[in-house]
């Protein structure tokens, strides 16, 4: 009889011991890729229409740095194009006047010669002819050559004030304020109406439709690890196990001591490599920071890769870490 009690106690303790063992090949926090957006001019910020927790789609503009001296050196800058556009000399109507002597002395050389032919002129008479065509001629191509040259001078002077009118355009688009990625905005840094200087940050966004799990993994886990390979992403709400599928994106090629937040299979190796698994946030309740489990041989034993259409989970495929 005691015998069969202890046999039974036996069994239930195995049992227990048994329900206890993890589920899961390792555990980790989910990251997100954050963008800092700093200040590219520097002055007052006249408009910043932003509030933390806002969604805010890619390429919204929302704000802008005074650019009032920027736009008055512009219209500077422009006048003066204008003046030298306008100084610019009609080549063709310049030199009409002694294209007309030209033709004109053309003639009389043709005149001279068939009056010589005739007898009726003299030598010196077609000499003075052909001597009046080539002076004119000769006054015909310096003056070609003068308005030539400058028409080239003012030309290179307005390229010169062109350029420096795009650098003003490329500062005032500058002094706007212009979301980079789709995302959530999760920290704000200046208000609107402050002084703000280049390279100041005034706000942080991340995409948290497209996430990350970081997960270590002791070094007889990697032989189950690969890039593109399939994992199970599972967290908890409550009473509530969601399940979410993911793919490994970047597996660390160098090992690191076990992070005192994270819980490995094998909590006696202390040294452990970082797995980035990605997955998207369809439902959103993924937060940053919230802790999942991930194994990487679910039931069906399969190891696909799975296939995302977006593009930065494409770019994680090849290995980089983000």
Not at 153 to 160: A, I, N, P, Q, R
Not at 243 to 256: F, L, N, Q
Not at 260 to 283: C, F, G, H, P
Request: proline share 2%.
């Amino acid at each position: 009889m005691k015998t069969g009690i202890f046999l039974i106690m036996a069994a239930f303790c195995f049992a227990a011991c048994k329900s206890r063992a993890p589920l899961h090949d390792a555990s980790g926090v989910f990251e997100a890729t954050e963008v800092t957006v700093s200040a590219e001019a520097s002055g007052k910020l006249e408009r910043f229409d932003l509030r933390e927790g806002d969604r805010i789609e890619k390429g919204r503009c929302l704000g802008h740095v005074d650019s009032i001296q920027l736009h008055l050196t512009k219209l500077q800058l422009m006048a003066a194009r204008n003046a030298v556009e306008s100084k610019k000399p009609d080549v063709g109507l310049q030199i009409a006047a002694i294209g007309e002597q030209v033709s004109k002395a053309e003639m009389e050389k043709k005149r001279a010669e068939n009056l010589f032919r005739d007898g009726v002129a003299t030598r010196k008479q077609l000499d003075d002819a052909v001597s009046q065509l080539s002076v004119l001629r000769k006054t015909l191509d310096a003056q070609t050559s003068s308005l030539k040259l400058s028409v080239k001078s003012l030309d290179e002077e307005s390229v010169s004030l062109a350029v420096q009118i795009a650098r003003i355009d490329d500062q005032i688009a500058r002094c706007r304020v212009t979301n980079p990625i789709d995302g959530v905005a999760l920290s704000k840094y200046a208000e609107e109406k402050e002084t703000v200087t280049q390279g100041r940050p005034l706000y942080k966004i991340a995409d948290i439709d497209n996430m990350f799990l970081r997960v270590y993994v002791v070094s007889s886990q990697l032989r189950d690890v690969a890039l593109g390979q399939r994992a199970e992403v599972t967290v908890s709400f409550g009473e509530t196990i969601k399940r979410y599928d993911g793919a490994v994106t970047w597996i660390s090629s160098k090992a690191e001591f076990t992070p005192k937040t994270v819980q490995t299979k094998d909590e006696r190796e202390n040294l452990v490599y970082a797995v980035k698994i990605a997955l998207r946030n369809s439902d959103g309740l993924l937060k940053i920071g919230m802790y999942g489990d991930a194994r990487f041989n679910p039931a069906n034993g399969e190891r696909d890769g799975l296939s995302f259409r977006d593009g930065s989970f494409r770019d994680a495929l090849t290995g980089d870490e983000r």
